[in-house]
Each structure stands twice: as structure tokens, then as C-alpha cells.
């Protein structure tokens, strides 16, 4: 057996210590399937006094993670600080130009600098894994690079933040509002410091980015991403629109088009009996198509210690084998810069309407969408809301946002509306 893979760990919170422990437990297996064993060298992390889920004892401590990644002894540097820019950017940096491979899991990093940084690798002969940073353990980045190498990807979609799904199954089946349902989860522990990156639609971004990038062989472009976080989904949208038959997710969707790469994550509705519609709680689901394999769905574990640790792992083996990829499955300088176009594929609507009790409110409304050039697929009206209106809901046949939003305008000037109008995208998926 050569000799062993020397591993510097940066960061010990959740993913770290996760991966501590399957090196300890798991030294055999890792070793037979690396070919060679894998052992932890140096450690680092901002306290060192904090009472850690392992025993670390062995390794030594560095308290910065500079001294790890340019360290004599340590062949493979993993990140799992996190951070799009700072330590985590540097020491990755340094990492490489001191001729190490790297391993992390950190999607903000490579969502806004991955570009650079697999051009820095793959020039210097290194290489770095990612398989954590999207949907945790879910192994999407191998199914892509490697699985799905003969096929031209057409699109991929799916659920990318474990948080919003729980909020949303959780307004749905508990019947709370989404206030509630962040408290909770705040609570739970499943917020990211800043809750933002979750609720706002932004961790789910640039996940969605990254494998953007690896579908369609481009730059890697969070900012042309089109983001609507979960933040104005009300139980009042979830209700209704589970009796229309749909259930409302975060749902990321990457494709390109005549016109560029669309990229958008924004609440949609999609049919509550297809995969993504059942998909319950904190799980994640990647669903990529392909010209040659047809249809592919992945779920599981989208967070957490040992899913994400899991695919963590599968790197660090990756490189024991001596498995070297190009960073987004291409080499970097061949990616294309893609052309950013906003969502112009049409699709089916779902709009709430609350409106004034009075002769010929309806009438109004028809004819905004009739002028818009929107045609009704199916229209319910609910008894009172209040003494003054009653909630419609209409699901429209397929047409383009451009249309939405010249009725989403014009709808107010009825002067039949007692609220802003809502309307939501009905995904095919
Ligand atoms: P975490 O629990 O907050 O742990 C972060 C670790 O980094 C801590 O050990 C912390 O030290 C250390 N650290 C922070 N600043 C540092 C500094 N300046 N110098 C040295 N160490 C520093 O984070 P995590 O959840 O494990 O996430 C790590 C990475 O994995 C992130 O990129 C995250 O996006 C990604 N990720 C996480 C999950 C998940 O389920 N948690 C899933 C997918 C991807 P102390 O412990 O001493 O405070
Ligand atoms: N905050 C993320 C989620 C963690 O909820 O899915 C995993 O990236």
C-alpha cells in the first residue's frame, strides 16, 4: 500500500467534526477502497479550548488555518470554515500554491469565486472537490461530472435548502404562518447565522449556480441568478393552492435557452403528487435531465453532520485514489461566460385574488388577463373572506412572465381589489 493521505482539517463545527469521526471510525474500510490509508495530521479552528464531539488529541492544533494549508506535512487541505471570502478564500489559495489538493463544502465560496479559483487550481495541477457544497449528501456533482458525462444536459431543477422545505411543509401540515414556522426553526437550530442565506433564497442560489455550471459548461455566475426567497409565501397561498392540487417549494431551475442561461430560485407551485411536490420536511431533491439518459432524480439529506461529512468523505477518497478532475467537470479556461436571460419560458400561473364583493369584479379581472393575453384555465371563487371580500383564485393556461407582470400592474387599477394581487409560477416538473 503507498503511503498514507495526510489530511489538514480547517474548521471543526458540524461537517468538520463529522468528518473527524468517520476517518476514526472508518480507518479500514477507507483505507481498502483508497488503496492507501488516510490519517489527520492538523487541525484547526478558531477555539481551542471548545469541548469538541471527538477526540482531536492526536492532531495537531493550529490556530490558524494558514499554518494547516501550507503545512510540510499535510498532502490534501480540507475547508469547512466557510465564507465566501476571508480565511476560507486565503487558505484555499494558499493551499493550492503550496501544491495541495483541497476538499470543501463551501458553495458561497465557489457560487461567487469558483471561476478563479479552478483556474488557479488547474493551473498549478490541482484540484479541488466539492461534493458537499450542493444538497449535502445527495452525490449530485459525481452524477454530473462523471455519471452523466455522454449527455447534453437540457435542464436541472430542484430542492437545495433543507430550511425552507421544512418551513414550508411545516406551514402546510401545522397550519401556521410562516412567522411561526421561522420561529421554530430558529429554534430547531436549522437558520443559518444569518437567516437570509436560507429564507432569502441565497444558499439555494448558489447551489444552483454551481451546478449550473457544470450542466452547461459555463462560468459559474451567482449574480445572474434570478433569486425570490420564501419570505411573502403565506398559509393563506399554501392552503389554497394545495386545494388547486399543488404544493408551493423553493425550487431552483437552470436551462439554457435561445436567448442565454436562465437561472432562477423562487417559490413555485408544482403538482402535489409528482416527486418534488411529495418531497416532506428538511430533504433536498436534484432532478437533471439529460439528452441520452432522460430523467434522473436524487434525494436525501441536504444538511447536516453525518450526510454532509458523507460526501466529504467521498472527495477525500476521490483524491486517495488518485481521481483528478477538472473543478466543473471541463477545464476551467474552456468554460464559456453564458449569457444571463431572465425567464421567458412560459408556464402556467397561479394568481389569489382578494376582491370587492360587488357586480362586475369578476368581469374586471377577465378582462385585465383577457388584455394581458392570459387565458383562464380554471377559476375558484370562496365564500367571504370578510364582511367586504372574497378570495378567487385563478390558474391560468401557459403564458409568459412578460404577461404576469403587465396584469400583476394593471390588476390594482380595476379598482375591485381589496389586496395586492399574488401570483406564483406552476412548475412542469
Ligand atoms: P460551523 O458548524 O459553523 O463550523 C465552522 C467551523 O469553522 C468552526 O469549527 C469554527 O471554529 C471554524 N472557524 C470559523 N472561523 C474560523 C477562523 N477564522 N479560523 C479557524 N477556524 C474558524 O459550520 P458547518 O456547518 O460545519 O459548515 C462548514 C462548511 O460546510 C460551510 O462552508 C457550510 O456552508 C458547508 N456546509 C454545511 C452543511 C451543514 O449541514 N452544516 C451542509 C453543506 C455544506 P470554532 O468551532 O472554534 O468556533
Ligand atoms: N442551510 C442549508 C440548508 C444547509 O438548509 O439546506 C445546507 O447547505
Known amino acids: 500500500m503507498s503511503s498514507p493521505l495526510r489530511l489538514g482539517i480547517a474548521g471543526l463545527g458540524t461537517v468538520g467534526i463529522g468528518v473527524v469521526k468517520i476517518v476514526q471510525k472508518h480507518a479500514d474500510l477507507l483505507a481498502k477502497r483508497s488503496g492507501r490509508g488516510i490519517a489527520i495530521t492538523a487541525i484547526s479552528a478558531r477555539d481551542r479550548m471548545k469541548n469538541r464531539d471527538a477526540d482531536i488529541s492526536a492532531y495537531r492544533w493550529e490556530d490558524d488555518p494558514m499554518a494547516v494549508a501550507q503545512a510540510g506535512?499535510?498532502?490534501?487541505?480540507?475547508?469547512?470554515?466557510?465564507?465566501?471570502?476571508?480565511?476560507?478564500?486565503?487558505?484555499?489559495?494558499?493551499?493550492?500554491?503550496?501544491?495541495?489538493?483541497?476538499?470543501?463544502?463551501?458553495?458561497?465560496?465557489?457560487?461567487?469565486?469558483?471561476?478563479?479559483l479552478a483556474e488557479l487550481a488547474e493551473s498549478l495541477g490541482r484540484v479541488i472537490r466539492f461534493e458537499a457544497a450542493v444538497a449535502g449528501g445527495i452525490p449530485v456533482i459525481k452524477t454530473m461530472t462523471e455519471s452523466l458525462a455522454g449527455n447534453g444536459?437540457?435542464?436541472?431543477?430542484?430542492?437545495?435548502?433543507?430550511?425552507?422545505?421544512?418551513?414550508?411543509?411545516?406551514?402546510?401540515?401545522?397550519?401556521?404562518?410562516?412567522?411561526?414556522?421561522?420561529?421554530?426553526?430558529?429554534?430547531?437550530?436549522?437558520?443559518?447565522?444569518?437567516?437570509?442565506?436560507?429564507?432569502?433564497?441565497?444558499?439555494?442560489?448558489?447551489?444552483?449556480?454551481?451546478?449550473?455550471?457544470?450542466?452547461?459548461?459555463?462560468?459559474?455566475?451567482?449574480?445572474?441568478?434570478e433569486i425570490e426567497g420564501i419570505e411573502r409565501v403565506s398559509i393563506d397561498d399554501i392552503r389554497r393552492a394545495a386545494d388547486m392540487g399543488y404544493r408551493i417549494k423553493l425550487l431552483g431551475v437552470a436551462q439554457i435557452t435561445p436567448r442565454g442561461l436562465e437561472q432562477r430560485m423562487s417559490p413555485c407551485l408544482v403538482p402535489a403528487d409528482s416527486p418534488i411536490g411529495q418531497l416532506a420536511g428538511g430533504t433536498n431533491m436534484v432532478v437533471v435531465e439529460g439528452d441520452s439518459v432522460g430523467q434522473i432524480v436524487l434525494r436525501g439529506a441536504g444538511a447536516g453532520e453525518g450526510p454532509t461529512a458523507s460526501a466529504v468523505m467521498s472527495d477525500i477518497v476521490e483524491v486517495a485514489r488518485g481521481v483528478r478532475l477538472p473543478v466543473f467537470g471541463q477545464p476551467a479556461t474552456g468554460l464559456e461566460p453564458a449569457q444571463p436571460a431572465r425567464t421567458a419560458v412560459p408556464a402556467a400561473y397561479y394568481m389569489r385574488l382578494e376582491l370587492q364583493d360587488k357586480p362586475g369584479a369578476l368581469a374586471k379581472i377577465a378582462s385585465v388577463?383577457?388584455?394581458?393575453?392570459i387565458s383562464i384555465d380554471r377559476m375558484r371563487q370562496y365564500g367571504h373572506a370578510s364582511d367586504s371580500s372574497v378570495p378567487v383564485l385563478v390558474v391560468t393556461h401557459k403564458t409568459t412572465p412578460d404577461a404576469i407582470d403587465f396584469a400583476i400592474e394593471a390588476l390594482p387599477r380595476t379598482g375591485v381589489l381589496v389586496s395586492d394581487p399574488v401570483e406564483l409560477r406552476i412548475e412542469e416538473v
Open 153 to 225: 444536459i437540457t435542464r436541472v431543477m430542484g430542492v437545495m435548502n433543507g430550511t425552507c422545505n421544512y418551513i414550508l411543509t411545516r406551514m402546510e401540515s401545522a397550519g401556521l404562518p410562516y412567522e411561526a414556522v421561522f420561529e421554530e426553526a430558529r429554534q430547531l437550530g436549522y437558520l443559518e447565522a444569518d437567516p437570509n442565506l436560507d429564507v432569502g433564497g441565497i444558499d439555494a442560489g448558489h447551489k444552483l449556480a454551481i451546478l449550473s455550471s457544470i450542466a452547461f459548461g459555463t462560468r459559474v455566475n451567482f449574480d445572474a441568478v
Open 73 to 116: 506535512d499535510v498532502d490534501l487541505y480540507v475547508e469547512l470554515i466557510g465564507g465566501d471570502n476571508g480565511i476560507a478564500r486565503q487558505s484555499i489559495e494558499a493551499a493550492l500554491r503550496s501544491g495541495k489538493d483541497v476538499v470543501t463544502a463551501n458553495k458561497a465560496l465557489l457560487a461567487m469565486h469558483g471561476q478563479e
Open 369 to 373: 388577463l383577457g388584455d394581458a393575453g
